[in-house]
């Protein structure tokens, strides 16, 4: 069964040539929340997570919640395996999937064919079973014969239509977002719509990273409140949302 247990997880990232402490200070005090320290050697570390503690199991649907450089996103990346504690551990079981960054890896020389197979292997998918989905991925981009045409070619819009309909493709176990995606045009956006509600029904694990009441309370049954890098509060969507929004 998919479950993530983190048990005093801290993540740290050293700033190296921080010759100008204050400068160096001020500027990250604005872009971390404050967390700054010092290692034996003098070096500025950022604490991006400290002493983070939870478990999810399947049925979570949990909300990252806090204000920017609260930790969300490296929270976000620690579950997804980019990031390893620095201090503490942990457990993640289960497939992932994410939704952080639906365009990591597109090349824009390549044609849209070539990036659907790119793409779908950074996804973990073999060479076949992106053959067997590519198909309903062209459907799904409705790019036509653009899908022989290098992505450099292709407007914004259908950029992320191609990257949309490839990250989307897969059916994890652990499901990580970085905010609601909306794509497309209004047409597109429809179903674009109705896939994510059908990918995030489907996931045994849910944590999305969001600013939104709304959707917190649509989607979500647990809300985890990030400050500083550190858990503030823990609970149902019931309990944390009234005292993270007021």
């Known amino acids: 069964m998919a479950h993530i247990t983190f048990s005093n997880v801290s993540i ?18 604005v872009a971390t929340g404050g967390k700054l320290d010092a290692d ?7 604490k991006a997570l400290t002493d983070v503690s939870f ?7 949990v909300a990252l919640l806090g204000h920017n450089g609260a930790g969300k996103s490296t929270m976000l990346r620690a579950l997804g395996r980019v990031y390893s504690p620095t201090k503490g551990t942990a457990e993640i079981v289960g497939e992932i999937g994410s939704l952080i960054d639906i365009s990591l890896g597109i090349n824009p020389e390549a044609t849209g064919r070539e ?31 653009f899908m022989e045409m290098p992505v450099r070619t292709y407007s914004s ?4 239509r191609l ?20 794509v497309g045009d209004a047409d597109f956006q429809l179903k674009a719509e109705a896939r994510l509600r059908n990918l995030v029904s489907e996931t045994k694990i849910l944590a999305i990273a969001t600013h ?12 985890i409140w990030l400050e500083h890098g550190q858990v503030k509060m823990d609970g149902s969507v019931s309990e944390v949302v009234p005292a993270y929004f007021g």
Request: glycine share 8%; charged share 25%.
């Open 12 to 29: 740290e990232f050293p700033i190296f040539n921080a010759t100008g402490r204050s400068l160096t200070s001020s500027i990250l005090k």
């Open 40 to 46: 034996p050697n003098g070096r500025v570390l950022v």
């Open 55 to 61: 478990s999810l199991r399947e049925g979570d649907k």
């Open 115 to 145: 990036n659907v197979y790119i793409r779908g292997q950074l996804l973990g998918l073999t060479k076949q079973e992106i053959s067997d989905k590519y198909a309903e991925i062209v459907e799904f981009a409705e790019l036509g014969d």
């Open 157 to 160: 819009g259908m950029h992320l």
């Open 163 to 182: 990257a949309f309909a490839v990250s989307t493709v897969v059916r994890p176990e652990i499901l990580l977002m970085d905010e609601w995606l909306s």
């Open 212 to 223: 939104s009441r709304e959707l917190v309370e649509a989607v979500c049954n647990r809300a």
